[in-house]
Structure formats: C-alpha cells, structure tokens
T-cell receptor, first 111, second 111 residues
C-alpha cells in the first residue's frame, strides 16, 4: 500500500462547479498535512495546510480526519485558473521529517 | 522561489555520462530533499538530508549519490546516467513544521 494515495483523475468539470478531492495516508504517526498545487510540471506551490479543525481559504476548504486517515480538499465556484494538478502531501516523522507525496490529481476546468 | 535555486535547469546526457545537480538555499533550513517526478508517479524521494554532513536514502536512491558538505548546498550526483533517469528533478527545503520550499526543477534527458 502506498503511504499516500490520491485519485489520479483526471477530473473535468465545468466552470462554477464544486469539486472535491480525497487523499488517504497509511502512517498514523503522520503529523502535518498539506495540499500543493502544481502547474505544467513547474515546482509545486503550497495551496494550504490542513488542520484537524478544518480550514478555509476563500473558495478552498481542507479537512482532516485522523480517525479514518484521510484529508480532503473542496473547491467551490471553480475558475478556469484552478486547472492544475493537486498534490496531497503528508509529513511523516521517520527519524527525520520526511515529506511524502500522493501521485497528484489532475483537474481541468472547462468554460 | 528566490530562496531555493537549482542548477542546471535543463540538461541532456548520453548514457554512461556523469553529472551533478546543485540545490542551493539561502534560508538556513536544516532539511533538504531531492525528488524526481515522472508522469503519473507524483514526486518520489531520492535522498534527503537533516543537516550539514548528513544524508539518508529515500524511496528511490539507486543510481544516485548525494552530499551536504555545506548547510546551504545539497548536491545530487549521477555517476553513470541511464535512460531510466530521464525525469524532472526537484529540490526542496524544510524549515521545520511548516511548508516546504521548492526549486524550479531540473529537466534531465538521458539518451
């Protein structure tokens, strides 16, 4: 089983739609959780951190469920500019801080 | 990301040639990582370092070596390049329990 798993998609949704991604992780000792966005094989950029209480940043909402070991990302009122690959990232304390990436979910917003 | 610089940005190698990728950071971060990204595979950890003079293997270390002689630099070496090492390589740094910072990537083609 992969340490971090995501639905690779692709997701093709119309502009204005709501889209949700899930990500599961296998290491219960995982400490920190993030969603990154990556455009056209450029470097990943932080979209948002994910906290146990859930957090929201504009149209984006992230949730963490430690009991079920999954995190989610919700994008409301999607824009064309949201088209990208979304990477789930988990920080695992294995002797050192190790970042483990999911394979990414490709999202395309259609006009 | 002005704080993490990768060189070179592009390179074409012949099978069997060697090369070194340099990751330089000016943020005084302890943790540094080398990843490779292949289509549909997400980012996979090659090697990482938790501080000057220390390195450790990641998920896919075979065919690569690393060194961290200075805190600000993390070098990734390919002693004898193979076509399977054609990929996009990303360096990342981590200050602690916050987000990672990425270099812009190195596109390597081995022919």
């Amino acid at each position: 089983r992969k340490e971090v798993e995501q639905d690779p998609g692709p997701f093709n949704v119309p502009e204005g739609a709501t889209v949700a991604f899930n990500c599961t992780y296998s290491n219960s000792a995982s400490q920190s959780f993030f969603w990154y966005r990556q455009d056209c094989r450029k470097e990943p950029k932080l979209l948002m951190s994910v906290y146990s209480s859930g957090n929201e940043d504009g149209r984006f909402t992230a949730q963490l469920n430690r009991a079920s070991q999954y995190i989610s990302l919700l994008i409301r009122d999607s824009k064309l500019s949201d088209s990208a690959t979304y990477l789930c990232v988990v920080k695992v304390p294995q002797g050192a801080q190790k970042l483990v990436f999911g394979q990414g979910t490709r999202l395309t917003i259609n006009p | 990301n002005a704080g993490v610089t990768q060189t070179p940005k592009f390179r074409v190698l012949k099978t069997g040639q060697s090369m070194t990728l340099l990751c330089a950071q000016d943020m005084n971060h302890e943790y540094m990582y080398w990843y490779r990204q292949d289509p549909g595979m997400g980012l996979r950890l090659i090697h990482y370092s938790v501080g000057e003079g220390t390195t450790a293997k990641g998920e896919v270390p075979d065919g690569y070596n690393v060194s961290r002689l200075k805190k600000q630099n993390f070098l990734l070496g390919l002693e004898s390049a193979a076509p399977s090492q054609t990929s996009v390589y990303f360096c990342a740094t981590l200050p602690g329990d916050t987000e990672a910072f990425f270099g812009q990537g190195t596109r390597l083609t081995v022919v």
